[in-house]
Each structure stands twice: as C-alpha cells, then as structure tokens.
C-alpha cells in the first residue's frame, strides 16, 4: 500500500481532479490510500464564513455559503458519474444546509470557540474527499470513502489536536486494508475527532500530517505528497522564483525546513514517517513526471553545504532586559514560565549578561507576556521581522560557514544568528524589508555550483 496526498491546489478544480484521477489510476497496482485537501481556498473560505457571522453579518455570510456551493458544485458536477449526481446534490445539500445551521448559532452567539471553528473547517476535507471518491468512481476505478473522524483520534486541542498514536494507528491498521484490498480509499487529512466524537483539526496544513500517520499506521511502503511544485526546492519559491529542486534530502533536514517556514510540508508530518522508516515524497501534481524529492533516513553525500533556505516571516523580535536581575540565576527560568504560562512557542534566543532577545511566531498573547515580563525587567518589541535559516546536513562539519553568510549579507543588518543545537542549521533574524535581498544573495552564495547527485538545476520557473 502507499498513501497519496492532493493539497488544495491539486483538488482545486475539475481539471486538476481529472489530472489527480489519472495519477492514481496508474498507480492502482500499489494500492493507494488517499488524503485530500479541502479543494483550494476552501479552508480560509470558512474560516471568513465564520469571522462574517460572529460580526452579525449575515448577508456577507449567506452569500459566502452560497457561493461555496456553487464552487464545489460547479467543479464537481463534471467529474461526477451521471448517475451519482443526485447523490452528490444531496450531500452537497445535507451538508450547506448543516453548515448554515452551524453559522447562525455563532452568530446569535456572537462568540467563535476552537471548537466550533474545527466543527465549520472541517466540511472542507469532509466535501473534498467525498467528491473525490465519486470522481474516481467516474474515471473507473473502485473507490470508497473513509470518515477520517472514524479512524484519526486526537485529543481537545481544538485547532491544533495532536493524534493518539497509539488508539489512531490500531483504528487504521483495522479499518484500511480490508477495505484498500479492491477498493482506493480515499480520506479527507486534517480531520480527525475527540475519543467522545467531538471533531477537531491538526492544524492549518496538517493534511500532510494526517498522510504520514495514516501511513505509519498501515505500514505503508510510501508516503507520497503531492503539490503545486516540483518538490522541496533550494528557496521558498514566493521569496526566489529561482530555485533548483533537491532530489533527495534526510528526515532531519526536511523536518528542521519545514519548522522554519518550508510550507511544502507541515513541520509534524516526517515524525510518523522516521518512526517507521517509511520514504516520504514530494511530487507535483502539474508534472507528475518529475521525480520530485525523496525524504529518506540518512542525508546521501553531497558536496553543497546547504540544501536549503527556509523563512519564517511575521516574527516579533522580543528583547528583555533586566540590570536587576545582573546575572542572577534563575533569570531564564522566569523568562521561560512567563512564554509556557501563556502557551507561546520560542523559535530561537540569544542571550547576554544582561539581555535576552528571543523570537515567536505568534503574537497572540503578546500583551500578556509582555505586562508580565514587565513586573522584573524591561521589555521591547520589534515586529516585522523573519527567521532565515539555512539548512544542511554538512552544515556542522564545515568550518566557515557563519563567515560566508556574513560576507553574502554584506550591508544588511543581521539582529540574531544561532547554529541551532541540531547542528544542521544556522539560523538568523533580519528585518522584513531586508528579506527579498537577503535570500537572494545567501542562494547565490551557497547554490550558484550544485552537486548534480543532490540537486536539478532548474532553469525554467514554475508557472
Ligand atoms: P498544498 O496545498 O499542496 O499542501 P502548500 O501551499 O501547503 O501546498 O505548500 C506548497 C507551497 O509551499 C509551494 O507552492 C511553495 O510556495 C511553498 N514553499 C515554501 N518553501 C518551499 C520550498 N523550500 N520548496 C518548495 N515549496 C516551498
Ligand atoms: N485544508 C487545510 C488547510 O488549508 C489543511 C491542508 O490543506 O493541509 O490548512
Ligand atoms: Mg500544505
């Protein structure tokens, strides 16, 4: 068995349905298992649903329904067999008309939980899988539908559930391979539910998340990713359009990337996969002929150092400083209670006798952390600023490395600069209007020669 996961843009449309339909069908003597996306924009199409209706307005909010139907209607219908399509206008029906249900109960509350935004983000993935599944049928294969909220157990984070490894995988490992045996099974990712039925998401982009556990919980031989590029490439390619493709890159090194910012992958995704020493690919669904990337245990030998650069924008640069507190210990501590108190993850830190800066990526408790931060030592914050972090196996036995980022930064004001304590990155902070000249000229430093045993050269940018 292999797992294929389609993102938003490989489910947009009836085309790229059709486009996704043909890849699984070659691979049918594989056994795919299928994770889909909601199909393109329809998870932040929701989410504003449900922004619109806590504000009370209601007639923005029946209109986005409205044309949220006629999306998945419209896309759907020619992918669909002429016999099914009463089947699909019923649920699209069951399921618009529970959601508006949904949305006027938040707007007579007035109030929008995490729990109740799981509850209207999951219909995305619950309509995308189910239209799927029927146009597999339509392009003649056998496919059957799997409730992902049967089989992904988590626990109460509403929006950032994390799984229960342990009840999800013997749930998975129960219910896929009686049914992959003649069937495609085909799921929606980021779903899952509480042990009491209640649903939840894994986190914005965790549909390769839920690829990866469904794959570790059915000893899949692969995990494929499919997307919108040719793979991991050596830059985020909305900061460098001119990226080359990394062929083959470790677990270690995908996973540090996609922390820092790699969007190709969600950040949990590689942990299922390394504990079960499954490959992971990265493939385009637009060119399904290029080999993509291959997520394997060990980094193969490559003569670059670094294998990409990553980049974490809308970062707030948090400095304290505490004269009082003059190298006392326990100093950090208290620093660090005041971040856990408040559920706000440190991306990185530096520190001196007197100060410590630090970075988050979410400022959503910023006041609070700051007015308590303020009871022992002063507080500053500079926002608008991006974590660029080079990433590469070869990174901790090459001298010289720190030297050659300076050097390629020449003029640009470097705030913070960590080698993180995996050794296969180095990490800096600078200021947002810094970033597209800073990206470039670091890709042009550590990627104008290129190990062709690690790297295609792509001179051609994607479309
Ligand atoms: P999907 O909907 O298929 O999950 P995403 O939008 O989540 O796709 O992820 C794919 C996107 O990740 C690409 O379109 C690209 O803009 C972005 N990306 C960021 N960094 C990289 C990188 N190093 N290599 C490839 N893509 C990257
Ligand atoms: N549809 C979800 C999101 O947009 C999950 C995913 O696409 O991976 O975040
Ligand atoms: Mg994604």
Known sequence: M???KFGGTSVESAAAIERIAGIVKARAERRPVVVVSAMGKTTNKLLAIAA????????EYIRQIHDLRDYHSREARPVVPL???AELDRTLDEHFQELTELVKGL???????PRSIDAISSYGERLSSFIVTLSFQHFGMTAVHLDSRRVIVTDQRHTQAAPDFAETYARLAATIPPMARDAVVVMGGFIGSTKDGVTTTLGRGGSDFTASIVGAGIGA???QIWTDVDGMLTADPTILPGGHRVKTISFAEAAELAYFGAKVLHPATVLPAIRKSIPVLILNSRRPEVPGTRIVSEAVPCSNVVKSIACKRKIALVNIHSTRMLMAHGFLHRIFEVFDRFETPVDMVATSEVSVSLTIDNPARLDDIVAELEQFAEVEIEKDQVIVCLVGDNIRHTPGVARRVFNALDGINIRMISQGASRLNISLVVAESDLFRAVPALHQEFFAELDPDVFERREAVDA
Not at 52 to 59: F, K, N, P, S
Not at 107 to 113: H, I, N, Q, R, S
Request: aromatic share 0%; proline share 0%; net charge negative.
């Open 52 to 59: 619109a209706a806590i504000a009370g307005h209601r007639e």
């Open 107 to 113: 707007a007579v509350l007035g109030e929008l939980t």
């Open 2 to 4: 292999i797992v294929m």
């Open 83 to 85: 016999d099914q399509r």
């Open 221 to 223: 031989e692969e995990i």
